[in-house]
């Protein structure tokens, strides 16, 4: 099933981008709302949709834009709900960027960037875990064990030109305000910058910074995958013409 078809069955993708930067010596108190706004890493006008939590374990700032940044010892993670915007339009790519320059001296060790599709079926939860368990992973006695259907995931790792991708996809739930949850199936991708062969700081921050580039073709790349490789399958297509996930709208 190509993406033409999704679109005529009014399948509407949830997306989501998560950004995360290693390194050794940063902290979590390098993530605290002052600082990010007194360095220009984030716009002073930005407003918290919640009460912040910044201590020595852990770092959480939500914003009402819908970006959110959380930091532990060693790593800081920068996510945003992309919601059908144009690349341009997209914060959290600036954001990290202006962390880093901000930051040149840090021991940093890798870069990934983590992109979400999750596709939803509100009206049948079975969707899911049937496509998972009876396309993805086949027929076999394994599935016949206790007295539920069983739960799964898959895992699976591709060693592309420039970095390492690693696709999971699992049932999820989604929670809304004032609604039932909605049963959904959950592609997350990791492309996974190292800086191992780096022999200095600043080569290291070059490097580092040459794989922020890449986020758009690294998304590009992994909603191809997605579309046109794991839901153009007949399974795929037996699942969907059950379910219309949206009453209205298209990716």
């Excluded at 995360?20 to 930005?46: H, N, R």
């Excluded at 875990?129 to 086949?138: D, E, N, W």
Aim: hydrophobic fraction near 40%; aromatic fraction near 10%.
């Amino acid at each position: 099933m190509n993406l033409s078809n999704l679109e005529s069955k009014a399948i509407k993708f949830i997306e989501e981008i998560g950004i995360t930067i290693a390194a050794q010596d940063l902290t979590p108190t390098m993530v605290s709302q002052d600082f990010l706004k007194f360095s220009g890493i984030i716009p002073k006008e930005w407003e918290l949709a919640q009460k912040p939590v910044l201590n020595p374990a852990m770092a959480q700032l939500n914003f009402k834009n819908g970006v959110s940044i959380n930091a532990q010892p060693r790593s800081v993670t920068f996510n945003e709900a992309v919601n059908n915007r144009k690349f341009d339009l997209i914060n959290i790519p600036k954001i990290a960027a202006q962390y880093v320059a901000k930051l040149p001296h840090a021991e940093y060790v890798g870069l990934s960037f983590n992109p979400k599709i999750l596709l939803p079926f509100p009206n049948k939860p079975e969707a899911p875990r049937k496509y998972i368990t009876g396309s993805l992973l086949g027929s076999g006695s394994w599935k016949k064990i206790g007295k539920a259907p069983v739960q799964a995931g898959l895992n699976l790792m591709y060693l592309l030109d420039h970095c390492q991708l690693n696709i999971s996809v699992a049932e999820a739930r989604v929670q809304q305000p004032q609604k039932p949850v909605m049963f959904a199936i959950l592609f997350s991708g990791s492309f996974n910058y190292g800086l191992g062969n780096a022999k200095s700081s600043q080569e290291k921050l070059d490097k580092l910074t040459q794989a922020l580039k890449f986020w758009q073709t690294d998304f590009k790349t992994f909603r191809e995958i997605v579309t046109d490789k794991f839901l153009e399958s007949t399974q795929f297509t037996d699942v969907a013409q059950e379910e219309s996930v949206f009453p209205t709208g298209t990716m």
